[in-house]
C-alpha cells in the first residue's frame, strides 16, 4: 500500500495588493504609527474603534483635523499604533502622522496641509524637575529666619 501525498490548491482568488502609505506623527513622549489606505472612512486605533479610543469631541476633531482640511474623511481607512504621553499627547501625534501620510499617498496636498500647520511637529515637552526643588519650576518656600 502505498501512501499519496495530495495537494489541495486553495481555491481562494488572491488578494489584491493594496497601495498602503506610512506616516509617524509625534508630540511630547507619544509616537503614532499610521497607516493609510484608500476605503471608506474607517479609523482603527491601538485594534480598537475610533469613538472608543478617542472619548471626547475634541479628540476626534483633532484626529480627523488633516482629514477634513484635504476634504478626505470619507475616502481612507486609517490604521493606527499608538504609545506613550497621554490622550491629548496621542491625539495631536496622530493628526501629525496622518497628515504625513496623506502627504506620501499624494505630494499635491502637501500645500494646504502646511498651510493649515498640520505638517509641522509641536516641539513642546515636559521641562525636566531640577535638583534641591520640589518641581521644575516651583520652589521651596523662602525662610528669612
Not at 85 to 94: D, K, M, T
Not at 113 to 132: N, Q, S, V, W, Y
Request: hydrophobic residues 35%; contains cysteine; charged residues 30%.
Amino acid at each position: 500500500m502505498s501512501d499519496k501525498i495530495v495537494i489541495v490548491k486553495d481555491t481562494k482568488e488572491p488578494k489584491v495588493a493594496e497601495e498602503v502609505f506610512w506616516g509617524t506623527g509625534r508630540r511630547k513622549t507619544a509616537t503614532a504609527r499610521v497607516r493609510i489606505s484608500l476605503g471608506s472612512g474607517k479609523i482603527q486605533i491601538n485594534d480598537r474603534s475610533f469613538e472608543d479610543y478617542c472619548y471626547h469631541e475634541y479628540l476626534r476633531r483633532a484626529v480627523q483635523a488633516p482629514l477634513v482640511t484635504v476634504d478626505m474623511v470619507d475616502r481612507v481607512d486609517i490604521k493606527v499604533r499608538v504609545a506613550g504621553s497621554g490622550p491629548c499627547g496621542q491625539a495631536v501625534a496622530i493628526a501629525h502622522g496622518v497628515a504625513r501620510a496623506l502627504q506620501t499617498m499624494n505630494a499635491d496636498l502637501r500645500i494646504p496641509l502646511k498651510k493649515a500647520g498640520h505638517l509641522t511637529r509641536d516641539p513642546r515637552k515636559r521641562e525636566r524637575k531640577k535638583p534641591g526643588q520640589p518641581g521644575a519650576r516651583k520652589r521651596f518656600q523662602f525662610s528669612k529666619r
